[in-house]
């Protein structure tokens, strides 16, 4: 059985999802917005490690900071981004439908289109901040820095919204060439 952090509910009264909208539809999303997007954010372990403590009820004062001020936001949005294409076309039994409505027109492909970029944009800066969190509270969190590739998929701490030029280390720091007279550059912001 699958655990999932939000319920169908927050994420309609924190997004512009429809209250009407169908909630099996909504749970298999907000579970690809956990299985896609915080297992990468989290890593497999400590994802399981909060799984863990909701279904028993152990909720650690840390967890549910965390919990509250960053994988809700992030899974809202997150889940919303992923329940967009499934709202705009629907799979029925032999063919794939765009919806109609008596009280308006179905919105077009590139109104799809600028909604998910809005969306993408808004859990891209959730889950930067989430890692801000994470980085800076790092002793309160010790199963998110201890895990190996063994426990499954690593967490990705990196920046999620760096858009600058990323020169491999290997090349940065004088790895291959030896050539003295290359400039060492700086990697992005990156909590190890």
Do not use: W
């Not at 298999?28 to 399981?48: C, P, R």
């Not at 990323?166 to 790895?175: C, E, R, T, Y």
């Amino acid at each position: 059985m699958e655990i999932l952090l939000i319920s169908q509910k927050k994420i309609k009264a924190f997004s512009a999802l429809n209250t009407n909208l169908d909630n099996e539809l909504l749970n298999s999303q907000i579970l690809v917005a956990q299985k896609i997007g915080l297992q990468t954010l989290l890593g497999t372990s400590f994802l399981d490690y909060i799984k863990n403590q909701v279904v028993t009820s152990t909720i650690t004062p840390e967890i549910q900071t965390l919990l509250d001020d960053y994988i809700a936001d992030y899974l809202i949005n997150r889940g919303y981004y992923e329940a967009l294409p499934f709202i705009y076309t629907r799979s029925v039994s032999q063919a794939l439908i765009k919806g109609q409505s008596e009280e308006g027109q179905t919105a077009s492909f590139q109104d799809l289109k600028l909604l998910r970029n809005i969306a993408l944009e808004r859990y891209q800066f959730f889950a930067q901040r989430m890692n801000d969190f994470l980085c800076n509270n790092s002793g309160d969190y010790p199963n998110y820095n201890s895990q190996n590739s063994n426990d499954g998929m690593m967490p990705d701490k990196g920046q999620n919204y760096f858009g600058g030029l990323v020169i491999p280390s290997s090349v940065s720091k004088g790895g291959p060439s030896d050539d003295s007279n290359l400039p060492n550059y700086s990697e992005p912001y990156n909590c190890k």
